[in-house]
């Protein structure tokens, strides 16, 4: 059973549109079933399930039966959610009777629901003439085929509307999570990562002979290569050996996959497109040979497609043009895909994975570029070149908008211009309550181009700024005196007022690409201070470059990651009073900065006592802390409306850091992107955080709120909501809060949005 469950997954999975998915399945369930008929039912737009596919009933049926939730066995496993198992179907109060089917024949009945992300999606239906009591194993079969399906049916589903390359486009609409506030209308580029067969981007070519000429020139480059190799080899193979090398040149050839491909690329499909859907074609149809010899070809096929497509994927990067409004769009997008497109010309970014935690999406927050994260169902190797719409303040994607739709947005744009403009007129002026109470507002930091935003939008200090941003960009370690100058820079640009400087802080998702961490449980693993205690080199050249930069400013402060425990503290802190002693033995005339610890793992809020007494301020990692504390990786897109920064446990532990770091009299900033939510800036203020450390883009809108409200009634706002029991309510307290202090404009659009439903 184990091998056709897995078969039928993949063969489902690797079906190019919904329909054709929903027949491999009705088929193929019904022959691993033993079964006479098997059926699809999926719920359309007014919430009817409608019959979809059937091996088995009357096929003029599909798209005609279509029942209510509640109605016939199907709409009862709709409501019930769980199966329906009969061996008299007929005899049952709810059996209905829908005579275009055929289907009184069928005396047994079992159903299944579709569920994905707690809905309903569908229903997976298997009949027999004969009465059969399908027992315990056949239900449990069609339950994991259906929980398998699910997510492939939902993907097939969002993706359908824009499948039909080349036909006239369809809006379709893509849900993921806010990543960067703010809107962009522009096109979409696709970055694939190299050479993978299966992330080749659909790209409609301009001149059909210009493109067979350019992947005739391809094979071309990889037949010379493969005749070097075999030629350098020569003399260490043996004569069978030898003809796998042939073997490659003649699967080259017109006669087979160039004669292949040439004929995909006249119907449409531009060459590394063809290509890769030819190789995984054929590498599909190796896989599920019997004969261990053949299955091993596929891996000849999968090299060579490589081959192939590395060459077709070069060339096409050389002479990439990119478009005025390019938004990247990618599975994966890291920090240094973003380096890829010139600044200028960057308006937004569309990722695939992640979560508006990741750090990619900090990255684009501190760049001030609209992003969405995590639109799981996005079709993203169909999507080059085409106009995109970012929503990133509510975390939607429009894939060929319409006028209305792209009207809509463009008055956003001009609203949100306003409102920056509007923003300006704050920079000189102080982060004070309307009665009185001043509020500290430092930035995050990381990008050189940080520094000069937040100098212009009237910063007073930096609260965290992150040092392995300038290690990602880099194939190697810097040296210590490249940090040096680095970190002078920092800390020059802002003298005299204070920068902290965290330490490396590398593990979770941000691997370095020099010093990869492979790792099951990255978020939990080696982490932050754990790298760098376990590599005192590391540490001790960044913390003498740190010291060395501040010589005559005297304005660094020294932040240690993902602190569990005192023992870590006081060994980075011996590590550090090594570096100033040597340092100050050496002749520097420097100061001996405060070291301060994040408070970003549940361990350290019931430690921030002890850690407090050893150490010059604290600073908290909301971002990590929240994960910690709801046990919601902030990277899995799967998860990220669990990840709630308003939930209870996490308000309480906050000011529980603060009361503890207070009575221990040490003073404790926040530098979680918590900080930069102007709703979220309210209750933090409250709680007694002594500064608020955010993006550049977001302080303004920050100080503008607090400017406009009372510390007093963010007090009984914050009395009132701590004691709530969910995060939702919190939510909608706190919205209602900014509604009636007239700032709701400053967390999302108030343009009116009637055109989506
Ligand atoms: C945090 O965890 O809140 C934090 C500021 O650090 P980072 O986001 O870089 O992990
Ligand atoms: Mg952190």
Same mark, same amino acid.
């Given at each position: 059973?184990?091998?056709?469950?897995?078969?039928?997954?993949?063969?489902?999975?690797?079906?190019?549109?919904?329909?054709?998915?929903?027949?491999?399945?009705?088929?193929?369930?019904?022959?691993?079933?033993?079964?006479?008929v098997?059926?699809?039912?999926?719920?359309?737009q007014?919430g009817?399930?409608?019959?979809?596919?059937?091996?088995?009933?009357?096929?003029?049926?599909?798209?005609?039966?279509?029942?209510?939730?509640?109605?016939?066995?199907?709409?009862?496993?709709?409501?019930?959610?769980?199966?329906?198992?009969?061996?008299?179907?007929?005899?049952?109060?709810?059996?209905?009777?829908?005579p275009?089917?055929?289907?009184?024949?069928?005396?047994?009945?079992?159903?299944?629901p579709?569920?994905?992300h707690?809905?309903?999606?569908?229903?997976?239906v298997?009949?027999?003439?004969?009465?059969?009591?399908?027992?315990?194993?056949?239900?449990?079969?069609?339950?994991?085929?259906?929980?398998q399906?699910?997510?492939?049916?939902a993907?097939?589903?969002?993706?359908?509307?824009?499948?039909?390359?080349?036909?006239?486009?369809?809006?379709?609409?893509?849900?993921?999570?806010?990543?960067?506030?703010g809107?962009?209308?522009?096109?979409?580029?696709?970055?694939?990562?190299?050479?993978?067969?299966?992330?080749?981007?659909?790209?409609?070519?301009?001149?059909?002979?210009?493109?067979?000429?350019?992947?005739?020139?391809?094979?071309?480059?990889?037949?010379e290569?493969?005749?070097?190799?075999?030629?350098?080899?020569?003399?260490?193979?043996?004569?069978?050996e030898r003809?796998?090398?042939?073997?490659?040149?003649?699967?080259?050839?017109?006669?087979?996959?160039?004669?292949?491909?040439?004929?995909?690329?006249?119907?449409?499909?531009?060459?590394?497109?063809?290509?890769?859907?030819?190789i995984?074609?054929?590498?599909?149809?190796?896989?599920?040979?019997?004969?261990?010899?053949?299955?091993?070809?596929?891996?000849?096929?999968?090299?060579?497609?490589?081959?192939?497509?590395?060459? &077709?994927?070069?060339?096409?990067?050389? #002479?990439? @043009? +990119?478009?005025?409004?390019?938004? =990247? /769009?990618?599975?994966?997008?890291? $920090?240094?895909?973003?380096?890829?497109?010139p600044?200028e010309?960057?308006?937004?970014?569309?990722?695939?994975?992640?979560?508006?935690?990741?750090?990619?999406?900090?990255?684009?927050?501190a760049?001030?570029?609209?992003?969405?994260?995590?639109?799981?169902?996005?079709?993203?190797?169909?999507?080059?070149?085409r106009? &995109?719409?970012?929503?990133?303040?509510? #975390?939607? @994607? +429009?894939?060929?908008?319409?006028? =209305? /739709?792209?009207?809509h947005?463009? $008055?956003i744009?001009?609203?949100?211009?306003?409102?920056?403009?509007?923003?300006?007129?704050?920079?000189?002026l102080?982060?004070?309550t309307?009665?009185?109470?001043?509020?500290?507002?430092?930035?995050?930091?990381?990008?050189?181009?940080?520094?000069?935003?937040?100098?212009?939008?009237?910063?007073e200090?930096?609260? &965290?700024?992150?040092?392995?941003?300038?290690?990602?960009m880099?194939?190697?370690?810097?040296?210590?005196?490249?940090?040096?100058?680095?970190?002078?820079?920092?800390?020059?640009?802002?003298a005299?007022n204070?920068?902290?400087i965290?330490?490396?802080?590398?593990?979770?998702?941000?691997?370095?690409?020099?010093?990869?961490?492979?790792?099951?449980?990255p978020?939990?693993?080696?982490?932050?201070?754990?790298?760098?205690?376990?590599?005192?080199?590391?540490?001790l050249?960044?913390v003498?470059?740190?010291?060395?930069?501040?010589?005559?400013?005297?304005?660094?402060?020294?932040?240690?990651?993902?602190?569990?425990?005192?023992?870590?503290l006081d060994?980075?802190?011996?590590?550090i009073?090594?570096v100033?002693?040597?340092?100050?033995?050496?002749?520097y005339?420097?100061?001996m900065?405060?070291?301060?610890?994040?408070?970003?793992?549940?361990?350290?809020?019931?430690?921030?006592?002890?850690?407090?007494?050893?150490?010059?301020?604290?600073?908290?990692?909301s971002?990590?802390?929240?994960?910690?504390?709801l046990?919601?990786?902030?990277?899995?897109?799967?998860?990220?409306?669990?990840?709630?920064?308003?939930?209870p446990?996490?308000l309480?532990?906050?000011?529980?850091?603060?009361?503890?770091?207070?009575?221990?009299?040490?003073?404790?900033?926040?530098?979680?992107?918590?900080?930069?939510?102007?709703?979220?800036?309210?209750?933090?203020?409250?709680?007694?955080?002594?500064?608020?450390?955010m993006?550049?883009?977001?302080?303004?809108?920050?100080?503008?709120?607090?400017?406009?409200?009372?510390?007093?009634?963010?007090?009984?706002?914050?009395?009132?909501?701590?004691?709530?029991?969910?995060?939702d309510?919190?939510?909608?307290?706190?919205?209602?809060?900014?509604?009636?202090?007239?700032?709701?404009?400053?967390?999302?659009?108030?343009?009116?949005d009637d055109?989506?439903?």
């Amino acid at each position: 059973m184990l091998n056709s469950l897995r078969s039928i997954v993949q063969e489902v999975n690797s079906a190019r549109d919904l329909t054709s998915a929903l027949r491999i399945i009705v088929s193929s369930v019904k022959s691993a079933m033993r079964t006479q008929v098997c059926s699809v039912y999926l719920v359309d737009q007014a919430g009817d399930y409608v019959l979809m596919a059937t091996d088995g009933l009357n096929t003029d049926a599909v798209g005609k039966v279509r029942l209510h939730p509640g109605e016939g066995l199907v709409g009862r496993v709709v409501v019930r959610e769980e199966p329906i198992n009969l061996e008299h179907a007929e005899a049952h109060p709810s059996y209905q009777y829908f005579p275009e089917t055929g289907e009184e024949r069928y005396r047994s009945f079992l159903g299944v629901p579709i569920i994905h992300h707690r809905k309903v999606l569908g229903v997976l239906v298997v009949q027999q003439i004969e009465q059969r009591r399908f027992d315990e194993g056949d239900e449990s079969f069609l339950v994991t085929m259906s929980a398998q399906l699910a997510g492939v049916i939902a993907h097939a589903e969002a993706t359908g509307g824009i499948k039909d390359i080349g036909q006239k486009a369809v809006q379709a609409r893509f849900l993921g999570s806010p990543g960067s506030s703010g809107v962009a209308i522009g096109e979409a580029v696709v970055i694939a990562p190299e050479a993978d067969l299966r992330s080749v981007p659909f790209k409609p070519y301009v001149d059909l002979e210009a493109e067979i000429a350019f992947f005739q020139r391809c094979l071309m480059a990889v037949r010379e290569d493969i005749k070097a190799l075999g030629a350098k080899l020569k003399d260490r193979l043996n004569r069978e050996e030898r003809a796998l090398f042939d073997a490659y040149l003649s699967m080259l050839d017109d006669a087979s996959l160039g004669g292949e491909v040439t004929e995909r690329i006249r119907k449409g499909a531009n060459a590394s497109y063809a290509w890769s859907e030819v190789i995984l074609e054929h590498e599909a149809t190796f896989n599920s040979m019997d004969d261990a010899y053949l299955r091993e070809r596929a891996t000849d096929l999968r090299d060579l497609g490589r081959r192939v497509l590395a060459y &077709l994927l070069e060339s096409n990067k050389k #002479g990439r @043009v +990119y478009p005025e409004r390019a938004i =990247l /769009v990618g599975e994966e997008l890291t $920090a240094t895909m973003l380096g890829e497109i010139p600044p200028e010309k960057l308006v937004g970014l569309v990722s695939v994975e992640g979560s508006s935690n990741s750090h990619v999406a900090i990255l684009a927050r501190a760049m001030g570029i609209p992003t969405v994260m995590g639109v799981v169902d996005l079709p993203y190797l169909q999507l080059d070149g085409r106009p &995109l719409i970012v929503d990133g303040y509510r #975390g939607s @994607v +429009y894939c060929d908008p319409d006028e =209305l /739709v792209v009207k809509h947005y463009k $008055a956003i744009a001009v609203e949100d211009l306003a409102l920056v403009k509007g923003l300006e007129a704050l920079k000189d002026l102080p982060c004070e309550t309307t009665d009185n109470y001043r509020l500290t507002l430092w930035v995050n930091t990381g990008l050189m181009a940080d520094v000069v935003r937040s100098l212009e939008r009237g910063a007073e200090g930096v609260g &965290l700024y992150r040092t392995e941003i300038p290690f990602l960009m880099r194939d190697r370690f810097p040296s210590e005196e490249e940090q040096r100058i680095i970190y002078r820079e920092q800390l020059a640009a802002f003298a005299p007022n204070p920068v902290t400087i965290r330490t490396l802080d590398i593990g979770g998702d941000k691997a370095l690409p020099y010093f990869p961490i492979e790792e099951a449980n990255p978020f939990l693993g080696w982490r932050g201070i754990r790298v760098t205690l376990d590599h005192p080199e590391i540490f001790l050249a960044q913390v003498r470059a740190m010291i060395k930069a501040s010589e005559g400013l005297d304005n660094l402060r020294i932040l240690l990651p993902m602190i569990t425990s005192v023992p870590e503290l006081d060994a980075s802190k011996a590590l550090i009073t090594r570096v100033f002693n040597e340092l100050i033995e050496e002749g520097y005339k420097v100061l001996m900065p405060p070291v301060g610890v994040m408070i970003e793992v549940p361990a350290a809020v019931y430690q921030t006592r002890e850690l407090a007494a050893r150490s010059g301020f604290l600073s908290v990692g909301s971002n990590d802390l929240t994960q910690y504390l709801l046990a919601v990786d902030r990277n899995n897109a799967r998860v990220a409306d669990l990840y709630q920064a308003f939930h209870p446990a996490v308000l309480r532990a906050l000011q529980h850091i603060v009361t503890e770091a207070h009575a221990e009299g040490v003073s404790v900033s926040i530098c979680g992107e918590l900080a930069g939510d102007p709703s979220a800036a309210i209750l933090l203020m409250a709680m007694g955080f002594d500064v608020l450390s955010m993006s550049a883009a977001n302080l303004p809108k920050v100080k503008s709120v607090i400017r406009g409200i009372s510390l007093s009634l963010a007090k009984a706002l914050l009395a009132e909501v701590i004691v709530m029991a969910d995060a939702d309510q919190i939510r909608e307290r706190i919205e209602q809060f900014l509604g009636d202090a007239d700032v709701t404009r400053l967390i999302r659009p108030v343009v009116s949005d009637d055109f989506e439903e």
